[in-house]
């Protein structure tokens, strides 16, 4: 039988075929390295890819009519994020992904972007593709969580507020922390799926900082100024243990405030993924990561 390759931009009717092709790369993945963790749930996955689709860039290959790998991203200003980069077992290692990974890169520069950077994994694999591409080294991005009375999460300071957020507030902190205002992103976590969000004010009600509740995890947060820190992350980790009992905190090696505030709080350091970028930008030692997906 004569095998056709082809590439070409996903489609909504594509979403069930190129989440299979994640679901079984990642289960090879942690296969490989002897990783237990569960799968994110394909309704988390579904909704924050049908968000790509409609507001990134989303390429698929197809091995005689069948999807074999994937590779989506967005564009936010002049930043470009690699959300997924995954084949089947058996199209690793045989060009395909270099391929998706060139076309999805080129037309996050004929969108303007000038900065590329990736959440990544420890696969050897993976790696070796975004430092071919031109992504290095930055940080690790450090994930803690703790739970019930192993917690000692500090009293926030007195001064502070909270009340809901709202997308401007939350693109103006992130226009300063995150170098993009990306409200299309905060409509998606506030109004598409219903995340709590906070906005963290200070005397006079001047905004300092926000941060979300995804189950038990502070994803994403931001504040403005250092001295901000213990604040925004005193009050959502309050309010992320109080909700559901435990909280979690995925925190880019950048960010020492957060690491020691964790360390403190007698969080546990339980996993690592790598943070590759071909320059720095914004202040991303007063945030903290969404995950992989968004960033």
């Given at each position: ?10 489609r ?9 092709v ?34 990134g ?7 005689n009519g069948?999807?074999?790998a ?10 470009w ?9 058996e199209?690793?290692?045989q ?22 950077f990736?959440?990544?994994s ?18 690790q ?5 703790g739970?019930?009375a ?14 809901p957020?709202?997308v ?13 205002r ?56 309050r ?10 905190l ?46």
């Amino acid at each position: 039988m004569t095998i056709e390759l082809t590439f070409r931009n996903a489609r909504e009717e594509d979403l069930p075929a190129t989440l299979d092709v994640f679901y079984t790369a990642l289960a090879d993945l942690f296969a490989r390295h002897n990783f237990d963790a569960p799968p994110p749930p394909r309704p988390y996955m579904e909704a924050s890819w049908r968000h790509l689709l409609a507001t990134g860039i989303f390429h698929l290959a197809e091995e005689n009519g069948r999807a074999v790998a994937v590779c989506n991203a967005f564009v936010r200003d002049r930043l470009w994020f690699l959300s997924g980069f995954w084949a089947l077992p058996e199209c690793q290692g045989q060009g395909v992904g270099r391929r998706l990974l060139r076309e999805v890169w080129r037309e996050g520069e004929r969108q303007g972007a000038d900065i590329f950077f990736v959440w990544s994994s420890w696969d050897q694999r993976a790696v070796a593709s975004y430092l071919r591409a031109g992504m290095l080294p930055g940080y690790q991005i450090l994930n803690f969580w703790g739970s019930g009375a192993e917690l000692r999460l500090p009293a926030p300071p007195g001064g502070y507020a909270v009340e809901p957020l709202k997308v401007e507030a939350a693109s103006s902190i992130d226009e300063v922390v995150r170098a993009t205002r990306r409200e299309v992103d905060h409509r998606f976590w506030l109004d598409e799926r219903g995340l709590r969000g906070r906005l963290v004010t200070g005397r006079g009600r001047r905004p300092v900082g926000y941060y979300y509740l995804e189950g038990d995890a502070v994803a994403p947060a931001a504040w403005l100024e250092d001295s901000n820190a213990e604040a925004v992350l005193a009050l959502a980790c309050r309010d992320a243990a109080e909700l559901t009992g435990s909280v979690a905190l995925r925190v880019p090696g950048i960010n020492h405030a957060a690491i020691r505030f964790a360390l403190d709080a007698r969080l546990r350091y339980v996993s690592y993924a790598h943070f590759f970028t071909t320059a720095n930008f914004g202040r991303l030692e007063r945030y903290l990561a969404s995950g992989p997906v968004l960033f």
